[in-house]
């Protein structure tokens, strides 16, 4: 049984989605002990889920349909492509992953001359291959009904003979240590992959994934070169950010 504290701690976290314990202490004015008391139990009663340093609402675990998380943060995702696009030089080879995020970014490149372009995403493919100057390849491998990704041991080894200007690539959350979560193990060996022979790293991601989802470990934001938002870090990522070399490039709307 939860008491009025309890319940008003739960109601923070359903309604934002992730709250620190710092931030949870400060709102319901007790201390940071008893704010971990509480998440301790609450996550014991599957009420929360619990993180190191905060705590999330359980509907945060689960992926969104693909389709709703196309239309959700539009403009955010406009103002990431953007930016990225324009630090993108012309006759770059460039590895596109899979997402929503990500098919913005392919838009946003069409102006580009002469890119080549390897993709394990079908939707990534088909957006970019109306520009007659770029050199789309895929590899070969199970096609995912979901998003239209491209995965499996083909596909690893197709994409493992190249090497790469830039990877661009999103995920699905970001912890407070920086360690880079997502929800398909498939997905994110090939990321992984496509990490090592990349030259630049370039991580999109808006702020709302800054809610811990997903429970595959595709890396640490200290292995990418630039990460790229809508707004400032919470502030235990922010301290996970100073100590890497990662730049971090906050990109706002018109």
């Known amino acids: 049984m939860t008491n009025p504290r309890q319940k008003q701690l739960l109601k923070l976290i359903n309604d934002k989605g992730y709250c620190s314990v710092e931030e949870l202490a400060e709102s319901l004015d007790v201390s940071t002990q008893t704010i971990r008391r509480d998440i301790k139990k609450l996550n014991e009663e599957k009420l929360l889920v619990r993180h190191h340093g905060g705590a999330s609402?359980?509907?945060?675990?689960?992926?969104?349909d693909y389709e709703v998380r196309k239309v959700t943060d539009t403009e955010q995702k406009n103002a990431i492509a953007s930016k990225i696009a324009s630090m993108i030089p012309d006759n770059s080879t460039i590895f596109l992953t899979i997402g929503t995020t990500i098919e913005v970014i392919a838009s946003q490149l069409l102006e580009k001359k002469?890119?080549?372009?390897?993709?394990?995403?079908?939707r990534v493919a088909n957006i970019l291959h109306r520009n007659p100057n770029f050199d789309v390849l895929i590899p070969g491998g199970k096609v995912k009904a979901s998003n239209g990704g491209i995965v499996g041991?083909?596909?690893?080894?197709?994409i493992d003979k190249f090497r790469f200007d830039y990877l661009i690539t999103s995920t699905a959350s970001i912890d407070v240590d920086g360690t880079l979560l997502e929800y398909d193990?498939?997905?994110?060996?090939?990321?992984?992959?496509?990490m090592k022979s990349a030259r630049h790293v370039m991580i999109a991601m808006d702020s709302s994934k800054f809610v811990p989802k997903g429970s595959i470990e595709m890396g640490?934001?200290?292995?990418?070169?630039?990460?790229?938002?809508?707004t400032s870090l919470p502030e235990e990522l922010a301290e996970a950010m100073m100590k890497t070399d990662t730049k971090l490039v906050i990109c706002e709307g018109e």
Do not use: K
């Open 114 to 122: 002469n890119l080549q372009i390897i993709t394990n995403s079908l």
């Open 153 to 158: 041991t083909q596909a690893l080894e197709f």
């Open 185 to 194: 193990l498939n997905e994110s060996l090939i990321t992984q992959t496509v």
């Open 57 to 64: 609402s359980p509907d945060t675990t689960t992926n969104l």
């Open 220 to 230: 640490h934001i200290g292995e990418t070169d630039y990460l790229f938002t809508d």
